[in-house]
């Protein structure tokens, strides 16, 4: 009875936890690691509702987003993530989260692999091959807000007894989780309407300059917020710090060329190479992207203005737009010439470190106007030779250590 108890003063814990996150990818990461950890499970996953058109017809489907697993984690080196297979799944009787997601209703399966005959579900077993796991016991439970409103379905599997054996999942465990699913969808409304409302403001940029879309975005804030997770490690960062910097970090880096929208659409939609004159003009976006943030209110507020004006900094000083306040715009400090000397070093911001090679790696992989993408050889070629020059070595070394993980992010956000 007090393991019980425990479990659930954690879940009330973990609830005001959860509502203090923005980010809405971290919010789901964040849920699945909180439910699995209060029935001890295993392994999860945790799907979101997702609409196509087909021939005219809005067509629902639910789409993995996390994947987590212990068993399989301990193989891994430290600091690389499990990756697993993007899929989606109907919304129907062929599969439990389907079924979850059809009837809106909790589903408590003891055993897999032994299916009652009259279960309305099936069990596909070809996952498991896949990854070498075996499935026992799974609860799904559909993420449904007080509207009524299907948000996605979190799966969890095996449930663990104190000897780390397979178990079913028990009534306690039905409680717990409906409990914390019915509170934590209040959380991810308001990260849907955070998310919504950063992509709208994304999407405004994009109608100025369509390089910058909603999955480039994606792409760096997620690389950035890998590549944070490498650095805190190695500093030994406590996790409730690195959980609220990140999150805080993925909002900023997807902001991180907001300026933009004050650059001249004769340069910012050329189809071919700049000037030197329009580069000119062009670096100003840094500036005007960080006097956005000049109000400076929360974290937030300071990380988005330390990456927009120095993810093009180099780490050898040789970047732009160097040392200006992006509110007065005067010069803070002067090269011989009078100019803004570029900011070397650590006298870069980190997240504005991690943004610079997050937002190169994606722009090298990615087609422009002016060049097709490059090869991954070539892009992973240019990084190395850039290391100590355009990149904080540390963090070069990093994004090798965790490039699994950064391709899972591709894979995410497709172009």
Excluded at 77 to 105: D, E, H, W
Excluded at 375 to 403: A, C, N, W, Y
Aim: aromatic fraction near 8%; charge should be negative.
């Amino acid at each position: 009875m007090s393991h019980e108890k425990t479990d659930f003063k954690s879940i009330l814990r973990t609830d005001s936890e959860l509502n203090q996150i923005q980010d809405l990818d971290i919010l789901l990461e964040r849920i699945l690691k909180a439910i699995r950890e209060a029935v001890h499970a295993d392994a999860g996953s945790i799907y979101v509702l997702e609409q196509d058109m087909i021939e005219g017809e809005r067509i629902e489907k639910l789409v993995i987003k996390y994947a987590q697993n212990d068993t399989q984690q301990k193989k891994l080196p430290p600091g690389q993530k499990l990756v697993y297979s993007l899929f989606s799944l109907p919304i129907n009787k062929s599969t439990i989260s389907g079924y979850c997601a059809l009837t809106r209703q909790l589903v408590n399966v003891p055993d897999v692999y032994n299916l009652p005959p009259n279960a309305p579900y099936s069990f596909s077993t070809a996952y498991d091959k896949i990854s070498n796991y075996k499935t026992t016991s799974t609860l799904a439970v559909p993420l449904v807000t007080n509207e009524g409103r299907l948000l996605g379905v979190t799966q969890i599997i095996n449930a663990k007894d104190a000897e780390g054996n397979s178990i079913p999942f028990s009534r306690d465990d039905e409680f717990l989780v409906t409990h914390f699913a019915a509170t934590v969808t209040v959380a991810l409304e308001r990260a849907y309407m955070t998310r919504a409302m950063i992509l709208r403001m994304i999407r405004m940029a994009e109608l100025r300059d369509p390089k910058e879309t909603g999955t480039h975005v994606n792409r760096v804030a997620g690389f950035a917020v890998e590549i944070y997770d490498g650095w805190a490690r190695r500093h030994e960062v406590p996790d409730e710090e690195r959980e609220r910097y990140r999150d805080a970090l993925k909002i900023a880096a997807m902001l991180h060329d907001a300026g933009k929208v004050a650059i001249p659409d004769a340069i910012l939609k050329k189809p071919s190479r700049f000037t030197v004159e329009e580069y000119r003009i062009m670096q100003r976006h840094t500036v005007f992207g960080a006097g956005l943030f000049d109000d400076l209110q929360s974290p937030l507020d300071t990380i988005s203005r330390d990456i927009a004006l120095t993810h093009h900094e180099n780490w050898d000083g040789s970047g732009y737009p160097g040392w200006i306040d992006p509110v007065t715009k005067q010069v803070i400090k002067a090269d011989s010439q009078g100019n803004p000397r570029g900011r070397r070093g650590e006298e870069i911001p980190l997240p504005g470190r991690i943004v610079a090679l997050a937002d190169v790696y994606d722009a090298l992989c990615s087609h422009r106007v002016y060049k097709e993408p490059w090869t991954e050889e070539q892009v992973l070629s240019e990084i190395r030779s850039m290391r100590g020059i355009k990149f904080d070595p540390e963090l070069t070394d990093i994004f090798f250590e965790i490039l699994p993980n950064i391709k899972q992010i591709q894979n995410l956000y497709p172009e």
